[in-house]
């Protein structure tokens, strides 16, 4: 890692906005503090009274927060963008699943 006029560069694999999405998500779910933030996250959903809206199952909270964090790594600001994305491309939707809430 080097500084250009003070812009921090990395040399690392490319990252496309289309195929990226794939070394994104792969590298969120590795991650030590993913795993953690599911850990703390689960049980204290689990133990809410009242609307869960289905984040009570570990796949499904995985797999949501996996595409908002994925896509806002890769540029897109809201949960609407990242939906459209999802939708439109097949291979977004291969990796984080069908649809965000």
């Given at each position: 890692?080097?500084?250009?006029?003070?812009?921090?560069?990395?040399?690392?694999?490319?990252?496309?906005?289309?195929?990226?999405?794939?070394?994104?998500?792969?590298?969120?779910?590795?991650?030590?503090?993913?795993?953690?933030?599911?850990?703390?996250?689960?049980?204290?959903?689990?133990?809410?009274?009242?609307?869960?809206?289905?984040?009570?199952?570990?796949?499904?909270?995985?797999?949501?927060l996996?595409?908002?964090?994925?896509?806002?790594?890769?540029g897109?600001?809201?949960?609407?963008?990242?939906?459209?994305?999802?939708?439109?491309?097949?291979?977004?939707?291969?990796?984080?699943?069908?649809?965000?809430?």
């Amino acid at each position: 890692m080097f500084e250009i006029e003070g812009m921090k560069v990395e040399f690392g694999r490319p990252v496309s906005t289309d195929g990226g999405v794939v070394f994104v998500a792969r590298r969120i779910r590795r991650s030590a503090w993913f795993r953690a933030l599911l850990a703390e996250l689960l049980p204290v959903i689990c133990a809410m009274n009242g609307d869960r809206y289905g984040f009570a199952a570990e796949p499904k909270l995985k797999r949501k927060l996996v595409a908002l964090i994925a896509g806002m790594a890769m540029g897109y600001r809201s949960g609407k963008e990242i939906a459209d994305v999802i939708g439109a491309d097949r291979l977004w939707r291969e990796m984080l699943g069908g649809r965000v809430p």
